[in-house]
Structure formats: structure tokens, C-alpha cells
């Protein structure tokens, strides 16, 4: 019903920065109305929550991103973006972008493939 790309991924040195993007299609009165977020997987380890973001403007971080990373979405374009700073080898994963509704479960939402984020040290 959704669907999701990620673009932004690369190799970057510890303490660097980098700003993923995901473009969402389909729908367009559905994500209007849709929580988006960014997850993240690293190799051997489950998927866990990176950022969200409500229709509302309202935001959640994983403890460990707050203070360096942001999320945000432009309404116009359909378009939900994670700015990553400061950087560390623990961000290594591969980052995925999801939307849900507000009483979905990110696991039932859309997701997109995927776009890998290696921080070396």
C-alpha cells in the first residue's frame, strides 16, 4: 500500500556525519496520516528502533542517538530524513525506513529495503 526507499548510506569515519532520506509513494492520504521512523539492524542482532516521527511533528529517540541524531519529515514531498552526527562504530547496521499508523505496530507497517551505514574507527 506504501512503499518506502532509502537512499544516504556509505562508509564514514567515527565521528562523522551522514543524512539518510526516504521517499514514501502510494497513498498519499495514508502517509499523510502516518507515523514514520528509521530502524536499524546490524549484523547477528534484531531490529531495533532508531527514530520516529508522528503526523503530528512529534518525536522519539533511541537513548542512544539522542543529542546526535534527527529526524524529520517534509509533508510536501513525502519525505522522512535521519541527520546522523557524531558518528560511532556502534551505528554500524543496516538503516531501514518505516511507516505505520498511529495503532499499527512498525512490524505490520511498510518497510524499505534498506541502506547500509558502516562507521569505521
Known amino acids: 500500500q506504501v512503499q518506502l526507499a532509502e537512499s544516504g548510506g556509505g562508509l564514514v569515519q567515527a565521528g562523522g556525519s551522514l543524512r539518510l532520506s526516504c521517499a514514501a509513494s502510494g497513498n498519499v492520504f495514508r502517509i499523510g496520516a502516518m507515523t514514520m521512523g528509521w530502524y536499524r539492524q546490524a549484523p547477528g542482532k534484531q531490529r531495533d528502533l532508531v527514530a520516529t516521527?508522528?503526523?503530528?511533528?512529534?518525536?522519539d529517540y533511541a537513548d542512544s542517538v539522542k543529542g546526535r541524531f534527527t529526524i524529520s519529515r517534509d509533508r510536501v514531498e513525502n519525505t522522512v530524513s535521519l541527520q546522523m552526527n557524531s558518528l560511532k562504530p556502534e551505528d554500524t547496521a543496516v538503516y531501514y525506513c518505516n511507516a505505520r499508523f498511529i495503532i499499527a505496530t512498525a512490524d505490520s507497517g511498510s518497510w524499505g529495503q534498506g541502506t547500509q551505514v558502516i562507521v569505521s574507527s
Open positions: 516521527v508522528t503526523s503530528d511533528g512529534i518525536t
